[in-house]
């Protein structure tokens, strides 16, 4: 079965910060990739998706970028954090012949300072 | 821009009731549809998915109705469990390339 993990699950970061958040699939292979972001209660934002190693679109512009050095890797960094940068981050996967059914890990709760 | 809402933000239902939970979209290239359940401080999951060539998919307690008339989805949750309060998304794919998801609706049982 396919399984999905990031972490750090939490993380208290101060503004102008670096960050990194990393998430690894197991369990299938060439996967669709994506990073979401939620405020609190609110709903999920695209952030980036990635079809492929080294290929990756962005939904918003901002200082985030993300990263794919493997199959079934996925990095969100930032060189230097802002205050709004703070919420709830999700790592998830898919495969488009399933009808792009997007599969979660439990989530990264970043908090600036 | 075309999006997914939410009719209610917050339902409040008696245990044992049934729970309906709504969902307008306006996107009309979507052709797949799906519900996610998330409990405070995880990740969603996945709950219920239908595809827009039918009009009604039943799962375990839950089932979907999907109205391309009127551009309308809904979750209906049978016997509702104190295990079911939650938030709930809808989500919708209108370009295969990843999904859009709705605000969310708090569903909260009261024992």
């Known amino acids: 079965s396919q399984t999905i993990h990031q972490w750090p699950a939490t993380l208290v970061q101060p503004v102008g910060s670096p960050l990194s958040l990393e998430c690894t699939v197991e369990?299938?292979?060439?996967?669709?990739l994506y990073w979401y972001r939620q405020a609190a209660g609110r709903g999920l934002q695209l952030l980036f998706y990635?079809?492929?190693?080294?290929?990756i679109s962005s939904e918003v512009p901002q200082n985030l970028s993300a990263s794919r050095p493997q199959d079934r890797q996925f990095i969100l960094s930032s060189k230097k954090l802002l205050l709004s940068d703070s919420g709830f981050y999700l790592c998830?996967?898919?495969?488009?012949?399933?009808?792009?059914?997007?599969?979660f890990g439990e989530g990264s709760w970043l908090t600036v300072v | 821009g075309e999006n997914v809402g939410l009719h209610l933000p917050t339902l409040s239902v008696q245990e044992g009731d049934n729970s309906i939970i709504n969902c307008a979209y306006s996107?009309?290239?979507?052709?797949?549809f799906i519900w996610y359940k998330q409990e405070s401080g995880k990740g969603p999951q996945f709950i219920i998915d239908?595809?827009?060539?039918?009009d009604k998919r039943q799962g375990q307690r839950v089932t979907v109705l999907l109205n391309k008339t009127v551009k309308h989805l809904s979750l209906q949750i049978a016997a509702t469990q104190p295990g079911d309060s939650a938030v709930y998304f809808c989500?919708?794919?209108?370009?295969?390339?990843?999904?859009?998801f709705g605000s969310g609706t708090r569903l909260q049982v009261q024992p």
């Open positions: 998830a996967w898919s495969v488009v012949t399933t009808g792009n059914t997007i599969y």
């Open positions: 996107n009309s290239a979507s052709d797949y």
């Open positions: 990635s079809v492929g190693i080294g290929q």
């Open positions: 369990g299938t292979s060439n996967p669709n």
């Open positions: 989500a919708e794919n209108p370009s295969r390339r990843a999904l859009t």
């Open positions: 239908i595809r827009s060539n039918m």
